[in-house]
């Protein structure tokens, strides 16, 4: 069964599996103990740490291990937020950032800091001189991913990490997604990353702060880990994480050219086989291994568990994968399509027999979903004879609301509009970009006696 979702978590890599198995037998004991099976750990310790240094660019002091990447991120936002608050408590995001660096930025605001989340572009990138303008003189922290967990668009890290330092702002890069395939570019200040996105074993992050960075871990003060990551530390799984990052960088070039042929045929292919689809992020400034796609008239719910029922694993980043029902951030912040989201990320050794055939397969999931939900089809032709009209999709979810929309459009004639009564938070999202899509023009919202009516005016 093909699995396509390597950037949620790649698939336990040989290498981890192989030293993760070795060091059970030695790396068991204390690591700050003076006895030999206390010796035999630390050695295993520090060569972890001097290959993840190695593959970071940093020095092996700089990085302690942490026991996810969420951890890495909460304890080095919240570390060096702590040491700088004599210059300010002003911190600055994107709105594309990973959601654990967004709830770490709400919690800083709830606490009495002020937070400026920098918008992107339709691809998903931030622009450096916008981002540059977000900092001020008591900007404490600045926080950056260097590649997008959904859509997979490379941030222009390099210019943002020059901008800070001209500012005497710390950058913090979110590498989860990137670090797999080579090292950060730029003059970052802290870094996180998460062994379990590159094959390593769950449980293992790592944080690495640059000497000179003002960091004040924030808790109860451990000796272990330079006191910033306070526990017992998972020799075996930092073992494993370190070797599987060696390994995985080793064959990363070869990889990325392989891996990145792949994903260019199902950005070329989705479009061609199925109707009204939008392939989302930038198509060069990006990872690899990663392509997102939205499907008009489909929940990704469904769609996910048809593709997993045909042997194909994929995430999604639409509202109805979350707990939360609402849309994902970043495709909201992008003005993308959530609905009938896609992601496809593919792992180390997926081959293009396994592409085709998830080729194969989609159009008719997607063509099925379509009908069972009752969607226009593709070659309906707009008739015109209504002046205008009010379409009630009170009480229903997206994507209901955008294809009931499209069923009637093309009985307005150009020029006329289209009134959807909506409570579903999703369409705020999904109606504008489904104009932008079709050639219609979004004219806007107001509130309703009940939920939100959104004006689409025919253009096409």
Same mark, same amino acid.
């Given at each position: 069964?093909?699995?396509?979702?390597?950037?949620?978590?790649?698939?336990?890599?040989?290498?981890?599996?192989?030293?993760?198995?070795?060091?059970?037998?030695?790396?068991?004991?204390?690591?700050?103990?003076?006895?030999?099976?206390?010796?035999?750990?630390?050695?295993?310790?520090?060569?972890?740490?001097?290959?993840?240094?190695?593959?970071?660019?940093?020095?092996?002091?700089?990085?302690?291990?942490?026991?996810?990447?969420?951890?890495?991120?909460?304890?080095?936002?919240?570390?060096?937020?702590?040491?700088?608050?004599?210059?300010?408590?002003?911190?600055?995001?994107?709105?594309?950032?990973?959601?654990?660096?967004?709830?770490?930025?709400?919690?800083?605001?709830?606490?009495?800091?002020?937070?400026?989340?920098?918008?992107?572009?339709?691809?998903?990138?931030?622009?450096?001189?916008?981002?540059?303008?977000?900092?001020?003189?008591?900007?404490?922290?600045?926080?950056?991913?260097?590649?997008?967990?959904?859509?997979?668009?490379?941030?222009?890290?390099?210019?943002?990490?020059?901008?800070?330092?001209?500012?005497?702002?710390?950058?913090?890069?979110?590498?989860?997604?990137?670090?797999?395939?080579?090292?950060?570019?730029?003059?970052?200040?802290?870094?996180?990353?998460?062994?379990?996105?590159?094959?390593?074993?769950?449980?293992?992050?790592?944080?690495?702060?640059?000497?000179?960075?003002?960091?004040?871990?924030?808790?109860?003060?451990?000796?272990?880990?330079?006191?910033?990551?306070?526990?017992?530390?998972?020799?075996?799984?930092?073992?494993?994480?370190?070797?599987?990052?060696?390994?995985?960088?080793?064959?990363?070039?070869?990889?990325?050219?392989?891996?990145?042929?792949?994903?260019?045929?199902?950005?070329?292919?989705? /479009?061609?086989?199925?109707?009204?689809?939008? %392939? #989302?992020?930038?198509?060069? !400034? &990006?990872? *690899?291994?990663? +392509?997102?796609?939205?499907?008009?008239?489909?929940?990704?719910?469904?769609?996910?568990?048809?593709?997993?029922?045909?042997?194909?694993?994929?995430?999604?980043?639409?509202?109805?994968?979350?707990?939360?029902?609402?849309?994902?951030?970043?495709?909201?912040?992008?003005?993308?399509?959530?609905?009938?989201?896609?992601?496809?990320?593919?792992?180390?050794?997926?081959?293009?027999?396994?592409?085709?055939?998830?080729?194969?397969?989609?159009?008719?999931?997607?063509?099925?979903?379509?009908?069972?939900?009752?969607?226009?089809?593709?070659?309906?032709? /707009?008739?015109?004879?209504?002046?205008?009209? %009010? #379409?009630?999709?009170?009480? !229903? &979810?997206? *994507?209901?609301? +955008?294809?009931?929309?499209?069923?009637?459009?093309?009985?307005?004639?150009?020029?006329?509009?289209?009134?959807?009564?909506?409570?579903?938070?999703?369409?705020?999202?999904?109606?504008?970009?489904?104009?932008?899509?079709?050639?219609?023009?979004?004219?806007?919202?107001?509130?309703?006696?009940?939920?939100?009516?959104?004006?689409?005016?025919?253009?096409?």
């Amino acid at each position: 069964m093909p699995y396509f979702d390597a950037a949620s978590s790649a698939p336990l890599h040989p290498v981890a599996r192989q030293a993760l198995q070795a060091s059970l037998d030695e790396g068991w004991a204390d690591p700050a103990r003076l006895y030999r099976e206390g010796r035999r750990a630390r050695l295993l310790l520090d060569a972890a740490r001097e290959a993840a240094a190695e593959a970071v660019g940093c020095r092996p002091d700089e990085i302690v291990f942490t026991p996810s990447g969420t951890h890495a991120l909460h304890s080095g936002i919240s570390g060096a937020l702590a040491a700088r608050r004599r210059v300010g408590r002003h911190l600055v995001v994107s709105s594309v950032e990973h959601s654990a660096v967004l709830h770490a930025a709400a919690s800083w605001e709830s606490a009495g800091g002020s937070v400026t989340e920098v918008g992107v572009d339709r691809l998903g990138s931030v622009s450096a001189d916008e981002f540059a303008a977000a900092l001020g003189t008591g900007t404490a922290l600045a926080c950056l991913q260097s590649a997008n967990h959904e859509v997979g668009t490379e941030q222009p890290v390099g210019a943002v990490a020059a901008a800070c330092r001209e500012a005497g702002v710390p950058l913090l890069v979110d590498a989860a997604q990137s670090l797999p395939w080579g090292p950060v570019e730029g003059d970052w200040s802290l870094l996180a990353a998460s062994a379990h996105k590159w094959g390593g074993p769950a449980g293992v992050g790592l944080l690495a702060v640059r000497k000179g960075v003002r960091f004040a871990p924030q808790g109860p003060v451990d000796e272990r880990e330079s006191g910033r990551a306070p526990g017992f530390q998972n020799i075996p799984a930092i073992v494993a994480a370190a070797a599987s990052l060696r390994a995985v960088r080793a064959e990363a070039a070869e990889q990325a050219v392989r891996l990145r042929a792949l994903v260019d045929l199902i950005r070329t292919r989705v /479009p061609e086989l199925v109707p009204d689809v939008e %392939v #989302v992020g930038d198509p060069v !400034r &990006r990872l *690899p291994h990663l +392509v997102t796609f939205s499907c008009l008239y489909v929940d990704g719910e469904t769609v996910l568990h048809e593709l997993d029922r045909a042997g194909y694993s994929v995430s999604s980043g639409s509202s109805c994968t979350s707990s939360t029902l609402t849309p994902s951030h970043v495709l909201r912040a992008m003005g993308a399509l959530s609905e009938g989201n896609v992601r496809v990320s593919l792992p180390l050794g997926t081959t293009s027999e396994e592409v085709d055939g998830f080729l194969e397969v989609l159009p008719g999931v997607v063509s099925s979903v379509r009908e069972r939900l009752g969607a226009p089809a593709p070659s309906a032709e /707009p008739s015109g004879s209504h002046a205008s009209l %009010v #379409v009630d999709a009170l009480g !229903r &979810r997206c *994507p209901v609301p +955008v294809i009931e929309l499209a069923k009637v459009i093309g009985d307005v004639p150009v020029g006329a509009t289209v009134t959807v009564l909506s409570d579903d938070e999703a369409a705020r999202l999904d109606i504008p970009a489904w104009c932008g899509m079709r050639g219609q023009e979004y004219v806007g919202e107001r509130e309703a006696e009940v939920g939100v009516a959104y004006v689409v005016r025919r253009r096409a």
